[in-house]
């Protein structure tokens, strides 16, 4: 049986966030999405904290993660997220208009496991979204749900 855990959603613009799900929606995918809007509120999603604090989910099956958010940035919530042991192995692409090497360079030393860069042409936007969704929400085996049981989180 598919794993159905859900696919999180870090992004602050209103339009690539609409976009995104739109596209993601087109997949007919099963897993629901999650989207907040700053670093902050996904690092207290991934950890059941603030907002989300009791909501177990056992961790998303993929995050596409912004680089430029607000309060804390894409690669500050991904060094937080390897450098936990219980969210160390959540897949995670970074999904940024940025053509920076140093960003590039940085996320991988960091450890995202792919870094889109965000087209500019509406179609080829949808079309790389379509194709993130389609792998990572069916064909990438994500790691095993966290959790003791898989009931509830190993952290309170």
Known sequence: ?????????????PKDAELTLAAL????LLNEVVHVRDGAE????LRSEGNFAGAYHGGPVVVLLDLKLPKINGLEVLQQVREDPELSSTP????TSSRE?????????LGVNAFVVKPVDFKEFFDAIQGLGMFWGITNQPPPHRGGNGNT???E
């Open 101 to 109: 090497e140093q960003d590039l360079v940085r996320s991988y030393q």
């Open 25 to 28: 929606a087109r997949c007919q």
């Open 42 to 45: 996904a690092l207290d999603y």
């Open 1 to 13: 049986m598919r794993d159905l855990r859900p696919i999180l959603l870090v992004e602050d613009s």
């Open 92 to 95: 995670i692409v970074m999904l």
């Open 153 to 155: 989180p190993t952290h």
